[in-house]
T-cell receptor, first 115, second 114 residues
Framework: GAVVSQHPSWVICKSGTSVKIECRSLDFQATTMFWYRQFPKQSLMLMATSNEGSKATYEQGVEKDKFLINHASLTLSTLTVTSAHPEDSSFYIC???????????FGDGTRLSIL | QKEVEQNSGPLSVPEGAIASLNCTYSDRGSQSFFWYRQYSGKSPELIMSIYSNGDKEDGRFTAQLNKASQYVSLLIRDSQPSDSATYLCAALSYSGAGSYQLTFGKGTKLSVIP
């Protein structure tokens, strides 16, 4: 149980393109989903926390107009990287939990490369 | 600010040995603790959860928790080369307004030498 599906797994696109990443909880309802970014050989960095039906809470230093998060249902959250540039190239990972005091389960991640 | 500290490693152990990974946390109110394994280029995978003081065993893995010392550890018995990965320790604590926050350590890189 507790499977989180993330799509796409790999994106290569030109600078200035907007990219949407989907995160779905397949066998549970995720009231809260999390978006992380990880640069090579570095630790996970939490970008934002999204609760179903409400605005996401962004971590300090993360531009909310750059990284648009929508959590419209209990099983789907999306992250849109708007007008992506090479410095946005990274490994983006979502996670979800079904209950407040339970562990997070991670999607397989999306490797984003901006040319 | 809540913090979870881990030795970054790398920790190298020979195949068949016991690997011992340690973690300390700053928030005494933390209630639940988790170990994740992350292979290079992959996302983290939950391998152990522990909620109360003492040991919890699952196959070759044993998690240990000592809340008085604010210390969590993971033992891997009969280490295999396939165990080579970065191990992330995480502590869950109440952050107010009905929210819980999971704080990750930076991870310990384990290398099991054949």
């Amino acid at each position: 149980g507790a499977v989180v599906s993330q799509h796409p797994s790999w994106v290569i696109c030109k600078s200035g393109t907007s990219v949407k990443i989907e995160c779905r909880s397949l066998d549970f309802q995720a009231t809260t989903m999390f978006w992380y970014r990880q640069f090579p050989k570095q630790s996970l960095m939490l970008m934002a926390t999204s609760n179903e039906g409400s605005k996401a809470t962004y971590e300090q230093g993360v531009e909310k107009d750059k990284f648009l998060i929508n959590h419209a249902s209990l099983t789907l959250s999306t992250l849109t990287v708007t007008s992506a540039h090479p410095e946005d190239s990274s490994f983006y990972i979502c996670s979800a939990r079904d209950q407040l005091d339970q562990p997070q389960h991670f999607g397989d991640g999306t490797r984003l490369s901006i040319l | 600010q809540k913090e979870v500290e881990q030795n970054s490693g790398p920790l190298s152990v020979p195949e068949g040995a016991i690997a011992s990974l340690n973690c300390t946390y700053s928030d005494r109110g933390s209630q639940s603790f988790f170990w994740y394994r992350q292979y290079s280029g992959k996302s983290p995978e939950l391998i152990m959860s522990i909620y109360s003081n003492g040991d919890k065993e699952d196959g070759r893995f044993t998690a240990q928790l000592n809340k008085a010392s604010q210390y969590v550890s993971l033992l891997i018995r009969d280490s295999q080369p396939s165990d080579s990965a970065t191990y992330l320790c995480a502590a869950l604590s109440y952050s107010g307004a009905g929210s819980y926050q999971l704080t990750f350590g930076k991870g310990t890189k384990l290398s099991v030498i054949p």
